[in-house]
């Protein structure tokens, strides 16, 4: 069936019964071998998202093991090197395997060609590859740390990763050849977004997920050969005996930090950016708006992805680098957080005078806007540098950073899962499920996170196995908000799954969105478009053809 | 008044006590913070909560207006954040530099951290292990450094901490203002021990601090161990206490069967014995305080421990009230930084390979 002569409808109302596509491309070709050795992006999209959640598994199981592990001062479940690698494994699978690979190998993947209105993206076959050096990098990732007890925290901070028994070096590896992935898909959009824009897509009409996308690309092409190179010689130092970072041997450990924080800081606006493109389509779509201040929101990503760079000394406040270098790292560590609260005010700038509907992704974009705010002000506190030293390594820092990682970038996550899945398969599920498990997993990782911000406040370090009696509560209370958080997730899966075969077709554009992705079937056909679309108005318009536009200034 | 609202934000943000001079400057930049960052907050919510229930749908498809950002707002909403965040981070980094600025005439003490304990070295003496006895009002430097992997030195009441970094030094200083203890946290993962790499600085006031420090250079215990609970004025009779004790275990030949350096013999060891929780023959789990050791003393066979011959002999009628006293004070103080002592574990990994710094 050729979508073109079908009826063009932009709105859900409009369709009368919608069908699913006889064709798409999903069902194009059949067999494992056609996924495989697919080089279709939306199929390996698809790849992407079985696999990264089976890393957010991983790490989600390995989280419930540390909060239980909590439930009482001393010795709840598991001994103190059993404790050590969970906490290390939680981490590495989260950050690695989930975190920044997600956003930017499913919805990036899925949907930068479709946004352009481009039948692939430049590079089908490297983007395959990336899929396959993912999952080596994983599989020794994941198995060298289940069975070499890595317990050095996702940080292989020197010297104790050269002096630990465990055995470190495939896992130093996993994240060097892991890396290759990332780099490959940023690569990959970068050229995308240069050379496959359709005719009259400036880069003032791209879509601010493009936007998004492109800053984080940048980031994974600078700043990923850097834990490449860092991972790869404290692999080697481990084995040869080399004298990089033990002070024994004239190494630096602090070099090591400057380092590992170089690609590690920047990583955080990896997991941040593609969620805050997101935001700004969800926030877009549910409230029939134009973006508020547009070329803001654009900017700051790169903005953001800039300095984001020039950050990192903020790690090592502590550590003995000069007192200048901290004053340098805090003043542009507060410039991160003027670009984020521009972000945060346009995107809520946006709400005014539009047509809100209350719908699932829009809940997790209010779910964003709190963490992220929370989260981005906590991260001002420590740009101050004289209440970091306070804070800094206490399990305030543990609060903060799951608020920014866990909480904001998951709910861009889940946001832009809700929003595009009846992209994705063409059907919809179910809205009030959706609206509950929302609502679960803000409260459950609000439950979680704020107790951490007070055992901080108590001066508790973060990576204790062991913790003071006087914080039992509190932990308890964090545990909880786990379990709640838990529950939330299972109810997603039951009803996601349920809804790949059983949810209401959802018809072409069930949103009314505008977007060159709404205006191709849903699921898309292999190709995309039938007919290369051509761009003639601003992203986010929400009129008829030909009505006049009003225009308002506050 | 002022006082008391600081008081009152310090317990509601669960803050610990305010023991130097630095506290009462990070707490106030916290409290400001804290309560500027939740009104902006509660306004950036209030704001879009009236928003979403203003302009919420009211029927399908209808045409939104285009809002653009007006000049004024652009300039608003970057420079609002810009001067805040900066005037803040100019507080801050001036208390920051003033924090890691040692004055010229303060004490000097050298740390050694090492899995999992501190070391402390008072110029002149003494040494001491997990406990670090300082002056009130004076200002004290802490030279640091490490002998296996980076650690931090974390005194929370005293709003300070510092890496301490194999292969170089790293200093710290603070001038607490409160007598009293205080705990010393390990700050930076240092392996399977890491939560229970514990110590706690002594604050005693200035003329007790001076007392102590001559009564330990004159050379009165040669293993220089300080009980773990001396505060203040009662510093020189708890020493002697404990002295006293060692004399005691001597003169009954206690030390034929009980080792102080943590090997076992042919009874337990010594060492970290106190609050040891200890696996009796009966398959019961009992904590070592001060009555379980009196009683062992005077009815070995009451709780046996498991693992050990029944073949000491009751010392009922041959220590005095005194003595026994002196013995668990003794006891008391073989306590290293270990806390959780179930059992006498094999050590977990081997030894650490030595710096070039010792």
Redesign the interface.
């Known amino acids: 069936m050729d979508p073109s002569s079908r009826p063009q409808s932009t709105d859900a109302s409009e369709a009368a019964e919608p069908q699913l596509p006889a064709i798409s491309y999903l069902n194009q070709t059949r067999g494992l071998k056609s996924w495989l050795i697919t080089l279709d992006h939306k199929r390996i999209a698809l790849m992407y998202l079985v696999l990264t959640l089976v890393g957010f598994l991983i790490g989600g199981i390995l989280a419930m093991g540390v909060r239980i592990e909590h439930l009482t001062p001393d010795e709840t479940i598991m001994g103190a090197n059993t404790y050590n690698r969970t906490f290390t494994l939680h981490a590495v699978a989260m950050i690695f395997l989930f975190m920044i690979p997600a956003i930017p190998g499913i919805f990036g993947n899925f949907l930068l060609p479709l946004m352009l209105g481009a039948k692939d993206v430049a590079f089908p076959r490297l983007n395959l590859l990336s899929v396959y050096v993912y999952v080596a990098g994983a599989a020794l990732l994941v198995t060298s740390m289940a069975t070499g007890g890595v317990d050095t925290g996702w940080t292989f901070y020197a010297p104790y990763s050269l002096s630990t028994p465990a055995e470190l070096f495939p896992a130093l590896m996993g994240v060097f050849i892991i890396g290759f992935s990332s780099i490959l898909t940023g690569l990959n959009f970068i050229v995308t977004i240069h050379t496959m824009r359709p005719r009259g897509m400036t880069w003032m009409r791209m879509p601010l997920f493009v936007w998004g996308s492109y800053a984080t690309s940048v980031i994974q092409i600078l700043a990923t050969p850097v834990i490449g190179l860092t991972a790869f010689i404290t692999g080697i130092e481990r084995v040869f005996g080399f004298g990089f970072f033990d002070p024994a041997k004239g190494g630096d450990p602090i070099l090591f930090q400057h380092m590992f924080w170089f690609y590690s800081h920047p990583a955080v606006y990896i997991m941040i950016l593609p969620a805050m493109g997101v935001i700004s389509e969800t926030v877009a779509a549910f409230s029939r708006k134009n973006v508020f201040g547009y070329s803001m929101v654009a900017y700051s990503s790169l903005g953001i992805a800039f300095v984001g760079f020039f950050a990192w000394g903020h790690h090592l406040y502590l550590s003995g680098q000069s007192s200048m270098d901290a004053g340098a790292f805090g003043i542009v560590s507060m410039l991160v957080g003027v670009f984020t609260a521009i972000k945060v005010f346009n995107w809520i700038g946006t709400l005014y005078r539009g047509s809100i509907s209350l719908k699932t992704p829009f809940l997790y974009v209010c779910g964003f806007l709190y963490f992220v705010v929370f989260g981005g002000m906590t991260g001002i506190v420590f740009s101050t540098v004289s209440l970091d030293v306070f804070w800094h390594d206490t399990l305030f820092v543990v609060a903060h950073f799951h608020y920014i990682m866990v909480g904001a970038t998951l709910m861009g996550f889940l946001a832009a899962l809700h929003y595009w899945f009846p992209k994705l398969f063409g059907r919809m599920y179910h809205e009030g499920w959706g609206m509950v498990s929302a609502a679960f997993i803000i409260v459950g990782l609000s439950t979680t996170f704020i107790p951490m911000f007070f055992l901080g406040n108590m001066g508790a370090p973060r990576r204790y196995y062991m913790y003071a009696a006087d914080g039992q509560s509190l932990n308890v209370a964090a545990t909880a908000g786990a379990v709640l958080t838990a529950m939330g997730f299972v109810t997603i899966a039951i009803y996601l799954i349920y809804a790949i075969k059983n949810g209401k077709v959802a018809g072409d554009n069930p949103w009314g969105a505008s977007g060159l992705e709404w205006k191709t079937s849903s699921p898309p056909p292999t190709e995309n478009f039938h007919t290369t679309p051509i761009v003639d108005e601003d992203p986010y318009t929400y009129r008829k053809k030909g009505e006049e536009a009003e225009h308002v200034v506050i | 008044m002022i006082a008391f609202l600081e008081e009152l934000m310090r317990r509601l943000?669960?803050?610990?006590e305010q023991a130097s001079t630095?506290a009462q400057?990070?707490d106030r930049?916290?409290y400001v913070?804290f309560i500027v960052?939740m009104v902006?907050?509660a306004v950036?919510?209030g704001?879009?909560l009236v928003?979403?229930f203003k302009?919420?749908?009211?029927?399908?498809?209808?045409?939104?207006?285009?809002?653009?950002?007006?000049g004024k707002?652009?300039f608003v909403?970057?420079s609002v954040?810009?001067v805040v965040?900066?005037a803040?981070?100019y507080?801050?980094?001036?208390?920051?530099?003033w924090?890691?600025t040692p004055p010229a005439n303060a004490t000097d003490v050298y740390v050694t951290g090492k899995k999992w304990m501190w070391h402390f070295a008072h110029p002149d003496g003494p040494n001491e292990n997990a406990v670090l006895h300082v002056p009130a009002n004076r200002p004290v430097r802490l030279l640091m450094t490490s002998r296996?992997?980076?650690h931090?030195f974390?005194v929370?009441?005293f709003?300070?901490?510092?890496?301490v970094?194999?292969?170089?030094y790293?200093e710290l200083w603070f001038e607490a203002t409160k007598v009293g203890r205080f705990?010393v946290?390990?700050?930076?993962?240092?392996?399977?021990?890491?939560?229970?790499m514990l110590a706690e600085v002594v604050v005693m006031a200035p003329a007790d601090y001076d007392a102590w420090l001559a009564k330990q250079r004159q050379g009165g215990h040669s293993d220089r161990i300080d009980s773990s609970s001396s505060t203040g004025s009662s510093t020189e009779f708890r020493n002697d206490l404990v002295s006293y004790g060692k004399r005691v275990a001597e003169a009954h030949g206690c030390f034929k069967c009980h080792s102080t350096d943590g090997e076992q013999h042919i009874g337990p060891t010594w060492t970290d014995l106190y609050m040891r929780k200890t696996l009796l023959l009966t398959g019961e789990t009992i904590t070592a305080e001060e009555g379980y050791l009196t009683e062992s003393m005077m009815d070995p066979y009451a709780k046996v421990v498991k693992g050990y011959q029944q073949v000491m002999p009751s010392y009922r009628g041959k220590l005095t009230a005194p003595e026994a006293a002196a013995l668990v004070e003794f006891i008391k103080s073989l306590r290293t930084n270990r806390l959780?002592n179930l059992e006498s574990k094999e050590p977990?990994?081997?030894p650490?390979?030595?710096?070039?710094?010792n």
Request: net charge neutral.
């Open positions: 943000l669960w803050l610990p630095f400057n990070v930049l916290h913070m960052t902006a907050a950036t919510g704001v879009s928003l979403m302009y919420r749908e009211r029927s399908k498809n209808v045409t939104t207006p285009i809002v653009h950002p007006s707002f652009e909403a970057i954040p810009t965040f900066l803040w981070f507080i801050g980094f001036k208390d920051y530099l924090m890691t296996d992997v980076i931090s974390f929370p009441d709003r300070v901490k510092q890496d970094v194999p292969g170089r790293t705990p946290r390990c700050t930076e993962f240092c392996g399977t021990w890491h939560s229970q959780d977990v990994y081997g650490v390979q030595p710096s070039t710094i």
